[in-house]
């Protein structure tokens, strides 16, 4: 997804020098786009488009993309219950303290997490998600679905089932933010600004709830 990489971390440059913000179009039909607006993900090359209020009605059912685009969903849930303890953090094998595990639909999962550099991408044991789903029943009832959510875990802040483009836009954020070798005081105030607004945004799932939260 470096393209969407691309766009979400010169935003957030941009974030910083509002004149030299540009209106931006819908990626599918041109349109003006509003300041806040979803994305598709166009499955064959695992990119995001930014999509136009009509273009996000047309993509909203399953089959309405025909296998080449899906409209990234909205729900936001924060995990309670959920917990990577250290020998947990070591079997995903990330070096670092917030990564994004992605199952793809035509493939086994895949960790991510944020550098300087952008997402960087690791494989994963395949039977990462069901050892995660028997260890939380929350995250089993509440799968993410397939290449448009991803279970976001932070060792600090928590865990959540997120857009995927919530992902990008934390990557974007530390690409933007990050100075000399350990990223600075600046990139970890902007993730802890994220988390926080990540957490007001989204619904909390207790561990043990029956709920299947939409």
């Known amino acids: 997804m470096t393209g969407a990489l691309h766009r979400l971390a010169s935003r957030a440059r941009e974030r910083r020098q509002p004149e030299q913000v540009q209106e931006q179009e819908c990626e599918l039909c041109g349109e003006p786009l509003a300041a806040v607006h979803r994305h598709l993900l166009e499955l064959p090359a695992r990119e995001l488009r930014c999509a136009c209020r009509a273009c996000q009605v047309l993509f909203d059912h399953g089959a309405a993309g025909g296998g080449h685009y899906r409209l990234v969903p909205e729900r936001r849930l924060r995990l309670d219950g959920f917990t990577l303890?250290?020998?947990?953090?070591?079997?995903?094998?990330?070096?670092?303290?917030?990564?994004?595990?992605?199952?793809?639909?035509?493939?086994?999962?895949?960790?991510?997490?944020?550098?300087?550099?952008?997402?960087?991408?690791?494989?994963?044991?395949?039977?990462?998600?069901?050892?995660?789903?028997?260890?939380?029943?929350?995250?089993?009832?509440?799968?993410?679905?397939?290449?448009?959510?991803?279970?976001?875990?932070?060792?600090?802040?928590?865990?959540?089932?997120?857009?995927?483009?919530?992902?990008?836009?934390?990557?974007?954020?530390?690409?933007?933010?990050?100075?000399?070798?350990?990223?600075?005081?600046?990139?970890?105030?902007?993730?802890t600004r994220f988390f926080t607004h990540l957490r007001e945004r989204s619904v909390t799932v207790p561990a043990g709830d029956d709920r299947s939260p939409a």
């Open 85 to 191: 303890d250290q020998p947990a953090w070591a079997h995903l094998g990330a070096p670092v303290r917030t990564v994004f595990l992605v199952q793809h639909s035509d493939g086994p999962p895949t960790l991510y997490y944020p550098s300087p550099a952008g997402a960087v991408r690791a494989a994963v044991d395949p039977s990462v998600w069901e050892r995660l789903c028997r260890a939380d029943p929350a995250l089993d009832r509440a799968r993410p679905e397939p290449d448009v959510e991803a279970l976001l875990a932070d060792r600090d802040h928590g865990a959540w089932i997120v857009p995927v483009d919530d992902c990008y836009a934390l990557v974007g954020t530390v690409r933007a933010h990050w100075r000399g070798l350990s990223g600075g005081k600046d990139v970890r105030d902007h993730i």
